[in-house]
């Protein structure tokens, strides 16, 4: 069985910077320590609004990044000559709304397919993968396919979301059902949004998801151990479920 990667994502540690416009806490520095500490990968998200993750920050980390650099980044002609201009090695569309807390669902690729197919074709003439982060549903995962992307990232926010165990279970089912239906079809399937330290063996167990892509619940845990043992726990946690240990 394939091993489990960790992508941890450092856009809360700019949050704390932006609180106070300080040049403190360093997301890049964040990013080091979590690749020290066992991360396969780091995830950060330019939103349009720049509320955490800055220009600044997507710059230097496509040169610090030792891993491999995920940027998270809207279906926008100006998020797309960012990526270009950075060269990240992957780049995950997402939906995003001015007005949201954090990301709400996962990305209309059946709506917006011509869209997002000419994004698509675009970063992956640049060089970059791509991943869409769409709801566990087969018609978004169907149009995934028809737009040319290699990777999707499944939204676990519902589950993680979910108000009780029975929702909770069903929410997995549909993302085990909907990570076997992708890898079926060749794509290659990554998740994330919501998952903690309770709630991430059963979707790191699935055997056919290739990485996490977790961050709030790592920084929130790295305000009170530190960014390495945050880090390292979420990753023990992940390669033992994978194993079944968990
Ligand atoms: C797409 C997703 O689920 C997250 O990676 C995203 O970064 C959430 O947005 P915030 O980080 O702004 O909460
Ligand atoms: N794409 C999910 C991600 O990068 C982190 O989401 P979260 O763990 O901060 O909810």
Sequence with gaps: ??????????????????????????????????????????????????????????????QTVQTRLNLEMAVTDEMVEIACQHQPHFVCLVPEKREELTTEGGLDVVTHVEKITQAVTKLSEAGIQVSLFIDPDYDQIDASIAAGAPFIELHTGHYADAENEAEQQSELKKIAAAASYAADKGLKVNAGHGLHYHNVSPIAALPEIIELNIGHSIIARAVMVGMDKAVSEMKTLMVQARKGCA
């Design 1 to 62: 069985m394939s091993d489990i990667l960790l992508g941890v994502n450092v856009d809360h540690i700019a949050t704390l910077r932006q609180a106070r416009g300080t040049s403190y806490p360093d997301p890049v520095l964040a990013a080091g320590v979590a690749e020290l500490s066992g991360a396969d990968g780091i995830t950060i998200h330019l939103r349009e609004d720049r509320r955490h993750i800055i220009d600044r920050d997507v710059a230097v980390m496509s």
